[in-house]
């Protein structure tokens, strides 16, 4: 069974588009994050949620909104999309409330292009 | 925020051969953690070392963290062709972890 998924993988859409990212966890970890991936690499953290409460809340533009229905989901939701929104983003979980300092657990990705 | 470099961006060994990865960190730290993610998968965590521990081992994985220099180090003995894929650190230091660019290794068989 998987342990984080995503869903979708790919996302192509255009640009001033909203679209969703989904995020599901079965491992019943009580922390959630999304994370953003760039063109080199760098792994940059967006949203924490724990216990669907937002705990992290980087430098992310007001269009990214994230929604967490229960502890086990953590949904990703992009209004007017733009080009530089383009990366993979991905889900991942952790057991403890802070998460700092606990081992994630990461989702497949999802590869969002916007053209 | 402090962000984990890792060293060489990219390694490319013969299959058997071991390889090493370096990471460089900028503040004091809680834990250092390794992931490793292949092309166009996700990340799975390989280990966490602690900041009193120096030394770990998992396998065929063996990490050192020198505190005192701010860096961490990922051996990966008798590599396998397997084994070919990006491998980042991931620092925390009472805010959420960071990761570094990644040092991608090829291994050929």
């Known amino acids: 069974d998987t342990a984080v998924s995503q869903t979708p993988k790919y996302l192509v859409t255009q640009m001033g588009n909203d679209k969703s990212i989904k995020c599901e966890q079965n491992?019943?970890?009580?922390?959630m994050y999304w994370y953003k991936q760039d063109s080199k690499k760098f792994l940059k953290i967006m949203f924490s949620?724990?216990?669907?409460?937002?705990?992290i809340n980087e430098t992310v533009p007001n269009r990214f909104s994230p929604k967490s229905p229960d502890k086990a989901h953590l949904n990703l939701h992009i209004n007017s999309l733009e080009l530089g929104d383009s990366a993979v983003y991905f889900c991942?979980?952790?057991?403890?409330?802070?998460?700092?300092?606990?081992?994630?657990?990461f989702g497949p990705g999802t590869r969002l292009t916007v053209l | 925020s402090q962000q984990g470099e890792e060293d060489p961006q990219a390694l490319s060994i013969q299959e058997g051969e071991n390889a090493t990865m370096n990471c460089s960190y900028k503040?004091?730290?809680?834990?250092l953690q390794w992931y490793r993610q292949n092309s166009g998968r996700g990340l799975v965590h390989l280990i966490l070392?602690?900041?009193?521990?120096r030394e770990k081992h998992s396998g065929r994985l063996r990490v050192t963290l020198d505190t005192s220099k701010k860096s961490s180090s990922l051996l990966i003995t008798a590599s396998r062709a397997a084994d070919t894929a990006s491998y980042f650190c991931?620092?925390?230091?009472?805010?959420?972890?960071?990761f570094g660019k990644g040092t991608r290794l090829s291994v050929i068989a």
């Open positions: 491992l019943g970890h009580d922390t």
């Open positions: 991931a620092t925390d230091d009472d805010t959420p972890l960071v």
């Open positions: 991942a979980s952790s057991q403890g409330d802070s998460g700092y300092t606990d081992t994630q657990y």
């Open positions: 503040t004091s730290i809680n834990n």
């Open positions: 070392i602690r900041s009193n521990e």
């Open positions: 949620y724990n216990n669907k409460e937002l705990i």
